[in-house]
């Protein structure tokens, strides 16, 4: 199984560019690379790049090192990850509107010194591994759109897009992702941008109620918590393409992890669940139509990643409920939903 990472920290900028330089970015690059270090599923030698400072000054290395990353993947169990942190900004009038990366060569209002995200996403589509995984820590990552065939993104863009996953740092209408430290995470992790601290403290600390490994859904359920627990950051944002949110990225460190198999109960329960490890046990719920009904109403009143797994739950409805008596007790509960605009 090959598995590569390519974290991308760019928070140093000529003098004259009219860029801020944030000591966060650049410690919160070597945090994500201490962390793939001490996971056993990527800490082999060679299997992570970490790229700031020097490394991270042009557009041509970022993009040569994300294609030599990109070109280890061969298989369905492989996995690419690409992790960015820095300066991200949208130009409308730029053709397509598309937003950009900076590198360490970029000035403030000059587009053509940053790096597109265009080509980024060129370069990880192109890759043949089974799961390839974008995070971007940045303002503006919310515009960015799927890496898979929904993208307006054309011709080669839309290849080999089965199996992707866009994390943002930012999600809805806010832009701005906050570079300043949080105070409230452990040493060392207070040195880094929010955003990036949450996420490595959920992996540092692990997730007690998971099970063995961190899965996408797992790791956004725990972003999400760690940073509402401070009561100050905005909710980052998930878009899947054909990758399961069951799809496992890193090893959970948590102890006493709860044991494999526990079925969900409740309509609480079963939203967790989804929204964890996708539709894995979506027969199970289907024997229960009424709840099943009543837990797809939930989701649609969610967040984007919620409507999506509704959307899922009930282009799969019609084949897991044959018998027409369950599938009328499940729209049952939906119909009443569906005609309050819900």
Same mark, same amino acid.
């Given at each position: 199984?090959?598995?590569?990472?390519?974290?991308i920290?760019?928070?140093?900028?000529?003098?004259?560019?009219?860029?801020?330089?944030?000591?966060?970015?650049?410690?919160?690059?070597?945090?994500?690379?201490?962390?793939?270090?001490?996971?056993?599923?990527w800490?082999?030698?060679?299997?992570?790049?970490?790229?700031?400072?020097?490394?991270?000054?042009?557009?041509?290395?970022?993009?040569?090192?994300?294609?030599?990353?990109?070109a280890?993947?061969e298989?369905?169990?492989?996995i690419?990850?690409?992790v960015?942190?820095?300066h991200?900004?949208?130009?409308?009038?730029? #053709?397509g509107?598309q937003?950009?990366?900076?590198?360490?060569?970029?000035? &403030?209002?000059? #587009?053509?010194?940053?790096?597109?995200?265009?080509?980024?996403?060129?370069?990880?589509?192109?890759s043949?591994?089974?799961?390839?995984?974008?995070i971007?820590?940045?303002?503006?990552?919310?515009?960015?759109?799927?890496?898979?065939?929904?993208?307006?993104?054309?011709?080669?863009?839309?290849?080999?897009?089965?199996?992707?996953?866009?994390?943002s740092?930012?999600?809805?209408?806010?832009?701005?992702?906050?570079?300043?430290?949080?105070a409230?995470?452990?040493s060392?992790?207070?040195?880094?941008t929010?955003?990036?601290?949450?996420?490595?403290?959920?992996?540092?600390?692990?997730?007690?109620?998971?099970?063995?490994?961190?899965t996408?859904?797992a790791?956004?359920?725990?972003?999400?918590?760690?940073?509402?627990?401070?009561?100050?950051?905005?909710?980052?944002?998930?878009l899947?393409?054909?990758?399961?949110?069951?799809?496992?990225?890193?090893?959970?460190?948590?102890?006493?992890?709860?044991?494999?198999?526990?079925?969900? &109960?409740?309509?609480?329960?079963?939203?967790?669940?989804?929204?964890?490890?996708?539709?894995?046990?979506?027969?199970?719920?289907?024997?229960?139509?009424?709840?099943?009904?009543?837990?797809?109403?939930?989701?649609?009143?969610?967040?984007? &990643?919620?409507?999506?797994?509704?959307?899922?739950?009930?282009?799969?409805?019609?084949?897991?409920?044959?018998?027409?008596?369950?599938?009328?007790?499940?729209?049952?509960?939906?119909?009443?939903?569906?005609?309050?605009?819900?």
């Amino acid at each position: 199984m090959a598995l590569r990472a390519l974290v991308i920290g760019v928070g140093t900028y000529e003098a004259n560019s009219g860029m801020s330089g944030y000591p966060t970015i650049e410690t919160s690059a070597r945090a994500y690379g201490d962390a793939l270090a001490r996971d056993p599923r990527w800490g082999d030698a060679g299997r992570s790049v970490i790229l700031s400072g020097d490394a991270a000054y042009s557009a041509d290395g970022v993009m040569r090192a994300l294609h030599d990353a990109a070109a280890a993947g061969e298989g369905p169990e492989d996995i690419l990850l690409v992790v960015y942190v820095g300066h991200g900004a949208y130009w409308k009038d730029v #053709p397509g509107g598309q937003v950009h990366f900076a590198v360490g060569s970029s000035y &403030q209002n000059e #587009p053509w010194t940053w790096l597109s995200s265009w080509y980024v996403y060129r370069a990880i589509r192109q890759s043949r591994a089974g799961l390839k995984v974008l995070i971007t820590d940045c303002c503006y990552s919310n515009l960015l759109p799927h890496l898979g065939p929904e993208s307006p993104l054309p011709g080669i863009l839309g290849t080999r897009s089965d199996g992707t996953c866009v994390f943002s740092a930012v999600s809805g209408n806010v832009h701005n992702a906050s570079a300043d430290a949080c105070a409230n995470l452990p040493s060392p992790l207070d040195g880094c941008t929010p955003f990036s601290g949450h996420l490595l403290n959920v992996l540092g600390q692990g997730m007690s109620e998971h099970d063995d490994d961190l899965t996408l859904g797992a790791l956004r359920a725990g972003i999400d918590e760690d940073m509402q627990s401070c009561g100050v950051h905005d909710a980052p944002r998930m878009l899947l393409n054909d990758a399961s949110e069951a799809a496992a990225l890193f090893t959970n460190h948590a102890k006493g992890r709860r044991p494999p198999g526990r079925e969900p &109960q409740t309509e609480d329960d079963w939203v967790r669940e989804l929204r964890l490890y996708g539709e894995r046990k979506l027969r199970s719920l289907m024997l229960k139509p009424d709840l099943a009904g009543r837990v797809v109403v939930r989701l649609k009143s969610g967040d984007e &990643q919620s409507r999506d797994l509704a959307s899922r739950v009930e282009r799969r409805a019609a084949t897991l409920l044959a018998n027409p008596v369950d599938f009328v007790r499940y729209w049952r509960e939906i119909e009443p939903a569906l005609l309050g605009g819900a």
